[in-house]
């Protein structure tokens, strides 16, 4: 993160994929909106077969907004559903040695935010067939991790909600 160049930055898994019009439409909405985060859906991929899906229908949110659509399961917590301004991490960082450190980074990066863009698409192919994914993996460590940060993500936007006097009973 720290080398790279640009002023956003996105995720990409190994063994996923985004759309073919991902770039170009990020790029426009980035030039359109200057927001910090820009996020959207993802479709599942089995064996080479997807489908894309979504009206690109633009919803704008302030973090407090965004961050109860996360406490809802509106909008998924993997990292890789968005796009990022890369300043962001300069003070917020991946914890190692972690699973699921997406969970426990993702609530930090949007309270850093000022404003966030959703785009009603699916741009992010998830590779679902993939037997050796992180989310086929189940041991003790792997459980506690995401039970962990689950915790931590929920703990943290209450008591951000808590710090700006927002009710939040999800």
């Known amino acids: ?22 770039i170009d439409d990020i790029l426009q909405n980035i030039n359109l909106y200057h927001a910090d985060i820009f996020s959207f859906g993802f479709c599942p991929e089995y064996n080479g077969n997807y489908k894309c899906r979504g009206a690109k229908k633009i919803s704008l949110y302030r973090k407090h907004g965004y961050l109860e659509k996360l406490i809802d399961n509106t909008f998924s917590c993997q990292i890789c559903f968005r796009v990022y301004r890369r300043g ?25 935010s000022e404003q966030i863009v959703h785009i009603d698409y699916s741009y992010y192919i998830y590779n679902l067939s993939n037997q050796n994914s992180i989310t086929k993996l189940v041991n003790v460590k792997s459980m506690k991790d995401m039970k962990d940060s689950v915790d931590i993500m929920i703990n943290g936007i209450m008591e951000e909600f808590q710090k700006n006097d927002i009710l939040a009973e999800k």
Not at 1 to 22: P, R, T, V
Not at 91 to 111: A, G, H, M, Q, S
Request: charged letters at 20%; hydrophobic letters at 50%.
């Open 1 to 22: 993160i720290h080398i790279a160049q640009g002023e956003y930055i996105a995720f990409l898994d190994s063994d996923d994929m985004f759309a073919k019009s991902f």
């Open 88 to 112: 962001l991490f300069n003070e917020c960082l991946f914890p190692v040695n972690c699973y699921y450190e997406d969970i426990r980074t993702l609530w930090k990066l949007v309270v850093l």
